[in-house]
């Protein structure tokens, strides 16, 4: 086969498993790690950075093409509804696989008392840090949430990546501008963000020509930066827990894709594999977003002005792997720390895990922040953190394919459903013509 017809993603697959098999021969020198963070961390970095350099240019671009070319503003609110309806709906769903795995399996029964205690003197630090980033969110107002969407300054919003759903905000304002003023005055300024949107996809291609190389030094650091492997046996049952409601997860949205959109499960994995395998080496579904954009437009044929909307709304509040996995952890530490849940307190889980799993930020380890809020409501012990401190970053980067996953499944559906309504409109007005 010729080296340029190699799938990408088993391009990146050979960067991933070099980068494991790397770390772990290099783990065996004294002078191994820091050969490791002095010489290939460094292009990880480099790699993620360049990612996440285009995410904010390319929401606004495609965001604000996108919503100005529905060119009607009841088109823009249907897609928005059926978005927003279908995320939620997605998470709950997300969050009752996992009670119910966790309430069956009783990962946090087989803990020994011991190995609690070593666990929670081992983390300690670590939780204390994390509890109090959460308590900072908690204790704002219940409206705060929507009052953040609103930013005060645009060049605020996008100097920072965590500001996504702002700068979303602003783009939507523009579409809908565009939209509401006459075309002859519209048309340089859409013709302006197409002409954008078209460099950042091209930036993409560009970017992802190195991803290979981006991922073999990610996996690389990871496996020089990991816990000791009796960590993982002894959160074994647990970790075993959350990773089969992932795979739970991934088949519902094989179905899903299948029984709304008639594409085989198969295809559709196929055609966002490239963004599985970049969400599990970055464990951020903002810095996949790009290529996650990438691969529904031109893989799986979803019209751009869809995926610009569903994707980065997706990225920024359906996270279904992290609300399943928040769901697993809150029980999970209750049955550690011997405490039985009545059927109210878990029904209360399944609302604060939706919720904090829709706040957490795309990044690395905002599940963990969040899941403070989801323990300090069910009245579990937030210093249980420490337990599950040390296994997070694999389950993090487990849990954010499936919400990369979650986003590419709905707006397969979303595209689906509007192309459908659109030539239910076209026949109508054929219809009337006639
Ligand atoms: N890393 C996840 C994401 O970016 C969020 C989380 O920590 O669960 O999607």
């Not at 197409?194 to 560009?206: S, T, W």
């Amino acid at each position: 086969m010729d080296k340029k017809n190699i799938p990408m993603h088993w391009k990146i697959l050979i960067g991933m498993s070099l980068g494991v098999f790397l770390g772990l021969a290099l783990a065996q020198f004294e002078w191994g790690p820091s050969f490791v963070r002095d010489w290939i961390k460094p292009f990880g970095n480099i790699f993620i950075n360049a990612l996440k350099l285009i995410a904010v240019p390319l929401i606004l671009a495609s965001l604000i093409k996108g919503v100005s070319d529905l060119k009607d503003l009841s088109n823009l609110s249907k897609m928005g509804f059926r978005t927003v309806f279908t995320f939620v709906l997605t998470t709950i769903v997300a969050v009752c696989i996992g009670l119910l795995l966790v309430n069956l399996i009783k990962p946090g029964a087989s803990i020994s008392e011991e190995t609690r205690l070593d666990l929670l003197s081992s983390y300690e630090t670590e939780a204390s840090t994390n509890i109090s980033k959460a308590v900072v969110q908690q204790e704002t107002g219940p409206l705060q949430g929507i009052v953040d969407i609103v930013p005060e300054n645009f060049m605020g919003a996008a100097a920072d990546n965590r500001n996504m759903l702002q700068v979303i905000f602003f783009a939507l304002m523009v579409g809908v501008g565009l939209i509401l003023i006459p075309g002859d005055t519209a048309k340089p300024v859409k013709e302006f963000f197409d002409g954008l949107n078209e460099v950042i996809l091209k930036m993409i291609d560009i970017i992802m020509m190195a991803a290979p190389v981006g991922v073999f030094a990610l996996l690389a650091t990871l496996v020089i930066d990991s816990p000791s492997l009796d960590l993982f046996a002894a959160l074994g049952m647990y970790a075993f827990t959350v990773i089969l409601g992932l795979l739970l997860m991934i088949g519902v949205y094989g179905l899903m894709v299948y029984f709304f959109t008639r594409r085989s499960p198969l295809s559709f994995f196929k055609g966002i594999a490239p963004a599985q395998l970049l969400a599990f080496s970055t464990s951020s579904s903002a810095a996949t977003l790009p290529v996650t954009m990438e691969r529904v437009t031109e893989h799986l044929g979803v019209p751009k002005e869809v995926a610009s909307f569903v994707l980065p709304v997706g990225a920024t509040i359906n996270m279904d792997g992290t609300s399943l996995y928040q769901a697993v952890a809150a029980v999970f530490i209750a049955q550690a720390f011997g405490l039985d849940l009545s059927l109210g307190t878990q029904l209360g889980i399944i609302l604060t895990a939706t919720l904090a799993s829709i706040g957490s930020a795309a990044v690395p380890g905002a599940g963990m922040v969040m899941l403070v809020i989801v323990l300090a409501q069910a009245g579990i012990p937030e210093a249980g953190l420490a337990l599950i401190f040390g296994i997070d970053r694999p389950l993090d980067m487990c849990r954010t394919v499936v919400n990369v996953s979650g986003d590419a499944a709905v707006s397969s559906l979303v595209a689906k459903a509007v192309v459908s309504s659109d030539k239910l409109a076209k026949a109508q007005l054929e219809e009337v013509q006639v």
